[in-house]
């Protein structure tokens, strides 16, 4: 499973997208990415995921207003492969195995219609099954899918917040009192 996953997050609307980037963003570090690059400039929207993970723990990040292809660039330059989540590429299944042995992995998810350029930079053009849906769930189900260890089981070192499984009831230990 590669070490290093971040989620790069294209073509975000401040007016339109606000909701929807945000659960891109919890959901990647909720399934064990990084950080989330997000290139498009909102500050606040980078600064409330930032205290959910201040909340809850980790050390996801939010880098806000990064140029897409800049950060691709570098990232390939450095050894990275890109793995863009469109429902026209080849089926995840299929793609799995050779994502799998990458080490350091960028996912690129988008909002509106996607720069071609993207599908030419990328290492892989692919879908989360052929049929339209949502970014929010591509990158849930492929965080899934090419995990080394179950992403449900994972811990979240120094939060002020931790859950309590309870069969009912919602039971939080609280360390800010
Ligand atoms: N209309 C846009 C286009 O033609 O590029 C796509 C809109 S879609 C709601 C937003 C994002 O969700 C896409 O850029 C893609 O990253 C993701 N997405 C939606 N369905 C997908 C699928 N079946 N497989 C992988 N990613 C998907």
Redesign the pocket.
Known sequence: MPEKIVILR??HRPQRDKRITTHVGLTARAFGAEGMLLASDDKKLSENIADVSNRFGGDFYVNNDVSWKAEIKKWKEDGGKVC????Y?IN?PDAVPEIKDCEKLMI???????PFEIYEMADWN??????????V??VAVTLDRIAGTDPLRAEFEGGELTIVPEKCGKKVIDRRE
């Open positions: 294209l073509g863009h989540l469109s429902m590429g995840l690129v998810v988008g909002a509106e219609k996607v692919v879908a989360v099954g052929n049929q339209p849906h949502s970014e769930a591509a």
